[in-house]
RNA sequence: GGAGGCGUGGUGUAGUCGGCCUAACACGCAUGCCUGUCACGCAUGAGAUCACGGGUUCGAAUCCCGUCGCCUCCGCCA
């Protein structure tokens, strides 16, 4: 072929005149007999190719083109005759009159056409991976991403942050996902584990001196899949030391907001923040979604005083939602009672407040004078519903939480915008019931709040960490904290976490050994890059941002991934098959 | 591990409380016609073991049982 001159997007009204030579799909084909107008399609965009008969010898090859035929055109630029430009094409003034055209390759009829925006069979377009890119959505989602990533890589560039590479058959660690394996050839009967995050090199590179890394990172996590979750994701992994929490966290907004701006051109307000404990108190959730409406509130000395029933009384925790401007018919309230349960919720109890005066399902253990008092405790409005849950405190304002994203979702009353979130503070352990132990909340690594350093041997489960997320209108986009980096605070530690000494001599042994030799006060933070794509591209699923994704059962329909492998192949690795 | 939804020509769907199904519609495909379309139009045509296996029945896309696959959610994901 002749090499190409110009992108589709770029043959416009300046080059009429002008011989240029595009290449690329053919989009759509309009035959109309005398007359055959093809949509190249590249890259950029389409550009229409006019065949007319007085040019024989092009005018049968076009007339052979089907749908993505690969082609390369040299023609014409010529001026549209008025009246037929096409406003939704870059290219849409013009069109080419082909010179030369040259069948690159032939395509078979396609098992669907990336012209066709219909929603085909997600397996069908993992296994035809290559035509589903070729659609103009989905590549755009991935100019995206690259923009997104251009951005990131220039903010920690110009701050001084090394990208430092680190391995990726690294070893198995307890706490946290399931790892993948990898078998060792060289030592049979012994694993290399994919990592789940480079956690521990970033810190062994803070020992080092580096002072500021970064990495693009690909990381590993053998655990059951969700439309935002696949078993191998890439992080923006950071980690600085010598710097505050604030520091950091005032860093990290900087970088998301230049992010926003290079990338879609938005300016994002300060990030909001809020401990831990006020965004459990305030949304039943460690991830509010400050989009979906106003904070949940603390009703129990309300219900107490006014709700006669022993169960309430009894209960350690009344929380209540108001729905504003939502009078919902009994199958509504019969529904809101029924989504409780299903949360978990031994009950509810509703208040609806209309012109008429007030309604509730409790009506049998308050007068109307109490109804009264406990509609003014709630601040509700004429037109607004109270919905009240009662119980233990975190589980009741998780049900509650639950209720006022689905409320939202339900009545379209979650509002445009990127709502930017720090939630800090998070607890330090949790228990696992499970396991019957402390686990870490975030990892073992992570520094404790420095007024609650005693709690950890007296009550653990009081005990604040240095530990943030980053929340973007609902769905945790980063986590980070700072670490721990005295040898003796680190050791309490895995005490508290009932590892004994000589299990944490022997999995983490070299961490513990690289404090002893100066370590640096440090913290870091990691992004999920797919899941920050996702959200600016407005896509539904991680799927749509990654270019050869796993279904949820993690399988890749395309390279037909896991498969079985040679017994020979198993020998190697000393691994026989449990049948 | 648990719950729910889905599976019908190449694609997207209708049909799913048993018989009017010899499976419908749109897109795509093929052939023909068409010199200004841009989701071109018109005509004709080809194309389906109704996911798979078993069962009930005179009769099953439709009912029952099982299996598989896809999607969503819970558990899980430091």
């Known amino acids: 072929m002749e090499g190409r001159t110009h992108y589709a997007a770029a043959v416009t009204e300046e080059l009429i005149g002008q011989t240029v030579t595009v290449a690329g799909w053919v989009h759509r084909r309009r035959d109309h007999g005398g007359l055959i107008f093809i949509d190249l399609r590249d890259r950029t965009g389409l550009v229409q190719i006019v065949a007319e008969p007085v040019h024989a010898e092009n005018f049968a090859e076009l007339d052979r083109v089907r749908a993505e035929f690969v082609v390369a055109i040299t023609g014409m630029v010529r001026a549209r005759p008025t009246g037929m430009e096409n406003p939704e094409l870059a290219s ?57 990533l251009m951005a990131v890589r220039s903010f920690f560039h110009a701050h001084g942050f090394l990208d430092v590479e680190t391995p990726s058959l690294a070893r198995s660690t307890p706490e946290g996902a399931r790892d993948f394996l990898v078998p060792s050839r060289l ?27 970064y990495q693009i990172a690909k990381v590993f996590r053998d655990e059951d899949l969700r439309a935002d979750r696949q078993p191998e994701f890439t992080q923006i992994d950071v980690e600085m030391s010598f710097m505050s929490q604030s520091e950091i966290l005032d860093m990290m907004e900087a970088m998301l907001r230049q992010v926003f701006y290079e990338s879609l051109g938005v300016e994002v307000a300060p990030f909001e923040r809020m401990t831990w404990q006020q965004a459990m108190e305030g949304y039943g959730s460690d991830k509010p979604d400050l989009r979906a409406g106003e904070p949940l509130m603390d009703l129990t000395s309300a219900v107490r005083a006014h709700i006669a029933w022993p169960v309430l009384q009894a209960a350690p925790f009344a ?14 309230l019969d529904g809101w009672v029924e989504f409780a349960k ?54 009741s304002l998780a049900v509650l939480g639950q209720m ?26 949790e228990w696992s019931e499970e396991e019957q132990r402390l686990v870490s909340a975030h990892h073992p690594f992570t520094m404790p709040h420095p007024e609650d350093i005693d ?19 609902g769905t945790e986009l980063a986590s980070g904290s700072l670490r721990i980096y005295q040898p003796e605070l680190q050791a309490k530690i895995f005490a508290a976490l009932g590892l004994d000494p000589e299990e944490t001599e022997e999995k983490f042994g070299f961490l513990i050994h690289a404090f002893q030799y100066g370590a640096p006060p440090h913290g870091g933070i990691a992004f999920g890059l797919d899941r920050l794509v996702m959200l600016m591209a407005g896509a539904r699923s991680l799927r749509e941002v990654i270019a050869f994704p796993k279904t949820a059962k993690g399988v890749d329909p395309l390279m037909n991934a896991p498969s079985p492998v040679s017994t020979s192949q198993l020998d190697e690795v000393g691994i026989q098959i449990k049948k």
């Open 187 to 213: 030592a049979p009967g012994e694993f290399y584990a994919l990592p789940q995050s480079p956690q521990i090199f970033k810190q062994l590179l803070m020992v080092a001196g580096f002072d500021r890394y």
């Open 342 to 395: 299903g949360q978990g919720a031994s009950g509810l109890i509703w208040i609806v407040k209309s012109g008429e005066g007030l309604r509730t399902s409790a009506g049998k253990w308050l007068d109307e004078q109490a109804l009264q008092h406990l509609a003014a405790a709630a601040r509700l409005g004429t037109d607004d519903t109270l919905m009240i849950v009662a119980g233990e405190k975190f589980p």
């Open 92 to 148: 849409g003034r013009i069109e080419i009159e082909p010179l030369r055209v040259t069948i690159l390759s032939e395509a078979k009829t396609p098992p669907f056409m990336p012209a066709e925006a219909e929603n085909v069979d997600e397996m069908l377009r993992l296994k035809y991976r290559y035509i589903d890119l070729r659609r103009p959505s989905l590549l755009g989602n991935f100019m995206l991403r690259d923009k997104v």
């Open 404 to 429: 006022r994203l689905e409320f939202a979702r339900q009545e379209k009353r979650i509002e445009d915008g990127w709502r930017f979130l720090w939630v800090t503070e998070f607890p330090l352990f």
């Open 319 to 332: 929380g209540g939602a108001v729905m504003r401007h939502y009078q919902p018919t009994r199958k509504q």
């Open 455 to 473: 709690l950890i041997a007296t009550d653990p489960l009081r005990v604040r960490s240095q530990a943030y997320d980053v929340v973007l209108n």
